[in-house]
């Protein structure tokens, strides 16, 4: 099982990025995927997540109206659409199997994003 997380980087407050993270490995079309971010000093957290046919997604309470998350399972691929970028979204971002967080014990190097002005 492998993550590939992309997409991050600087970006001033009210800004906007789109992660994408490629995954192989196991049955992509048949598996809930989610996005997690760990900031500097923090515990990581889970952000938000998608069921395996795009038919449900849930967001932590902060991001939501501000970020989309997405998949296409063709491309064996998670999105994770940032608009609105707040400094406090500063952190690097995961993507795992799982709705609600992580289920697979291991992930890939993450992605950074960093919100300053």
């Known amino acids: 099982v492998q993550f590939v997380e992309s997409g991050g980087g600087l970006v001033q407050p009210g800004g906007s990025l789109r992660l994408s993270c490629a995954a192989s490995?196991?049955?992509?079309?048949?598996?809930?995927m989610s996005w997690s971010r760990q900031a500097p000093g923090k515990e990581r957290e889970w952000v938000a997540g998608i069921s395996n046919l795009s038919r449900q997604t849930a967001y932590t309470e902060s991001v939501k109206g501000r970020f989309t998350i997405s998949r296409d399972n063709a491309k064996r691929t998670v999105y994770l659409q940032m608009n609105s970028l707040k400094l406090e979204d500063t952190a690097v971002y995961y993507c795992?199997?799982?709705?609600?967080?992580?289920?697979?014990?291991?992930w890939g190097q993450g992605t950074q994003v960093t919100v300053s002005s």
């Open positions: 490995g196991f049955t992509f079309s048949g598996t809930d």
């Open positions: 795992n199997t799982g709705y609600r967080g992580g289920t697979w014990p291991t």
